[in-house]
Every structure is written in C-alpha cells, then in structure tokens.
C-alpha cells in the first residue's frame, strides 16, 4: 500500500527481485513467480525445506528503512528416508557378551532431523548374532538415537540392518565381528577314542583323546591352551611324558595321543588355559 493506503498495483516483477521477499526455511535462490491476482495483492509458493518452530517472511523494498515482517509459522520435517539416514556401531569388533551400542540418525529428504522414531526403530532393526532380549531405545536428541546390545555367538562381516517403513531396501551399518569370550573358557565334552579295539601295551598302540572348548555362550573357541595331563597310571603321551599341552584348532577341539608298555588302566585329566 502507498501512504494513503492504496493498493500498488504491477509490483510483481519488484517482488521478485534479490532479497525483497524472503521467506526463512526455503531456499534462499528461489524467488518463485509472483503474479497479481487483484490489484495490489500478489501470491507466490516456496518449497518449504528446513524445519524449524518459528520461521517468518519479511518484505523489504529498496526505498524501506526497515522490513515488514509476517506472523510466525512453523516447518515440520517430513518422513524419514534411506539416502539421508544412518546406522553405525560404536566399534568393529566385540566379544561375546559385550556391549553392541548402536546409533541411528534418521533424517527427511531435506536432511533435517526426525524425531519421535524410537518405537518405530525397535520394529525396523536388526543386530545379527546378539542376545534376544528388550532393547530400549533412546532419543538423545531430535533424530540421533541410541540403543545397546549384548554380542552374544561369533560371527565376521556382521551388519546392522533398519528398514522403515516404507523404505524400499535397509539400511545397512559398518561391518562388525564378534569373536569368542575366552575369559570364560571351559571344556564342554571329553572323549576316548582308538582305531583298533585290541590296544596293547607295546608303546605304539595308542588312544586318543580330545576335548571341545566353548565360552559360557556356547561359542567354540580357537587358539586356547589344553593341558592333558596322566593322573593315574604308565600311560605316556607322544613328547614322553605324562604331560602335554595342545592349542585348540578352529573348531574349538584339542586332541592326544596316549600309548603305554603297562597293562593297566590311566586316567587322564584335562585342564583349558591353567
């Protein structure tokens, strides 16, 4: 309006000139096409993008000392989707019975930040090879989320997998593994074996014996130290003596051989990492 009050009119063309109208939470470029639709009175339509609780429009001529200013209005984010959204592990590696602490960021087209998901999350995810059990979500702030698992069976090139819905395809994290809790090592199955049913006491026939070494999981563990050792009777193992150490292969199992030149019956115990 003029200092009378009088409608302008053919300002359009004005309107769109660099930084007469601005509108916050749109992008800055975009100027839009403003046309009259009665005399003095001019619409245009911006894309809203950033979200945010009090966003205004101002409109300074060039001839203004200061800018009018519109009432305010809010932008909220919309749907979070996949190209903008993201899941990492605190680490890459874990053993069995550790903390698996995952974080999500979730975010709309626009990259801002969707909150309010925690719920939805719970639905969407998944964590191979960890502990069934309730997991809470948290939102520590607007669209960073936070949950902890417990690593639970052994595993390598493990990946975290949210899929919202809606998502045509998941969203994948880091790789991750989880190796075996040797702390809690014990030997879960022993046995007595021998490939000829008639073993004599002639220093080379022999028995086998072997062990299968697991965590309090249940996970096989490698590379663990089994001492065998002859409690009672002549039996001796392959090195001569009535003692032997045998690291446990991938499988978990660690084997010895016993022979004796006395007739008589040896016990054999077995000890992991003593």
């Not at 800018?67 to 680490?91: H, W």
Request: hydrophobic share 35%.
């Amino acid at each position: 309006m003029d200092e009378q009050k009088n409608r302008v009119k053919g300002m359009a063309s004005l309107l769109a000139g660099s930084g007469v109208v601005e509108v916050s939470g749109t992008d800055k470029n975009e100027t839009g096409n403003w046309s009259e639709e009665s005399d003095g009175v001019y619409t245009t339509t911006r894309t809203a993008k950033i979200a945010g609780d009090r966003h205004y429009a101002t409109l300074k001529l060039s001839t203004w000392s200061s800018a009018q200013q519109s009432d305010a209005y809010a932008i909220r984010e919309s749907g979070a989707v996949l190209a903008y959204s993201s899941i990492v592990t605190d680490k890459t590696t874990y053993t069995a019975g550790g903390a698996i602490k995952v974080t999500v960021t979730l975010k709309d087209s626009y990259e801002n930040l969707v909150g309010g998901q925690r719920d939805a999350i719970n639905l969407a995810i998944q964590l191979p090879n960890t502990k069934t059990e309730s997991i809470a979500w948290n939102e520590d702030q607007k669209g960073i989320y936070t949950a902890t698992y417990t690593a639970l069976l052994l595993g390598t090139g493990l990946k975290a997998q949210l899929q919202m819905s809606g998502w045509a395809n998941a969203l994948t994290s880091n790789d991750y593994s989880i190796s075996g809790d040797a702390a809690s090592a014990q030997i879960v199955a022993m046995q007595v074996t021998t490939g000829n049913p008639d073993v004599l006491a002639n220093g080379s026939d022999r028995h086998t014996v072997n062990v299968r070494v697991e965590d309090q999981f249940g996970n096989v563990l490698p590379e663990q130290t089994v001492t065998f050792t002859v409690t009672k009777g002549a039996a001796v193992f392959a090195n001569a003596g009535q003692s032997a150490d045998i690291r446990t292969d991938a499988h978990g199992m660690a084997e010895v051989d016993l022979s004796s030149t006395v007739a008589d019956a040896s016990t054999v115990e077995a000890k992991v990492n003593r």
